[in-house]
């Protein structure tokens, strides 16, 4: 099975400070997707990766940056943490052939 | 971005019930897919749609294709109290930036026992 991993459960940061979110997949998938979760809105589309070193801008791009340094990593980038981040969020990969996603069990993520 | 239709937002349900929740959409989806989220987990798929009118069954769970292409539903049958849970239906064109779905907002679902 696909396994995708999201380096922590929790994470609680102040405001200002800069925050790495990651995600690894083990099955050379080349899309990743970066997504956040919030009660009453659904999952909104941060950032996403159609291969690596390429990425592009999802619905809610603002206060977020992403790198995709090797094919199986991509890292979610908060350049200044804001209380408003505070939500779940959520790393994907897509098999190519399938079309569907595998998500990771999220980062919980606490700015005070 | 554009999201699914996804109704109910919400359901409470007793045990042993049937669940029948859906998904519309303007625009037409080649792949449709199904979701659960369990409390504090990421998504799972459930189930997955190829074609127009294609009807699939996992265990207690089916879901259909709609034939208009705009469509789809997902239907749970006696319900047990592990059912609780987010589902998300989830629809994907082919060509172009086909790599991308469109999540609906999610139906939350609570069985009591």
């Known amino acids: 099975d696909v396994k995708v991993t999201q380096s922590s459960r929790y994470l609680v940061k102040r405001t200002g400070e800069k925050v790495f979110l990651e995600c690894v997949q083990d099955m050379d998938h080349e899309n990743m997707f970066w997504y956040r979760q919030d009660p009453g809105l659904g999952l909104r589309l941060i950032y996403f990766s159609y291969d690596v070193k390429m990425k592009e801008k999802g619905d809610i791009p603002e206060g977020y940056s992403v790198s995709r340094e090797k094919k199986e990593r991509f890292s979610l980038i908060l350049e200044s943490a804001s209380t408003n981040q505070t939500s779940m969020y959520l790393c994907a990969s897509r098999d190519r052939v399938f079309g569907g996603y595998t998500f990771g069990s999220g980062t919980r993520l606490t700015v005070v | 971005g554009q999201q699914l239709n996804q109704s109910p937002q919400s359901m409470f349900i007793q045990e042993g019930e049937d669940v029948s929740m859906n998904c519309t959409s303007s625009?037409?989806?080649?792949?449709w897919l199904w979701y659960k989220q369990d409390p504090g987990e990421g998504p799972v798929l459930l189930i997955a749609?190829?074609?127009?009118?294609e009807l699939t069954s996992n265990g207690r769970l089916t879901a259909q294709f709609g034939i208009t292409r705009k469509d789809s539903f997902l239907n749970i049958s006696a319900s047990i109290p592990s059912d609780v849970g987010i589902y998300f239906c989830?629809?994907?064109?082919?060509?172009?930036?086909?790599?991308?779905?469109?999540f609906g907002k999610g139906t939350l679902l609570t069985v009591n026992p």
């Open positions: 749609l190829y074609k127009a009118g």
């Open positions: 989830a629809g994907q064109r082919s060509g172009g930036s086909n790599y991308k779905l469109t």
């Open positions: 625009s037409i989806f080649n792949t």
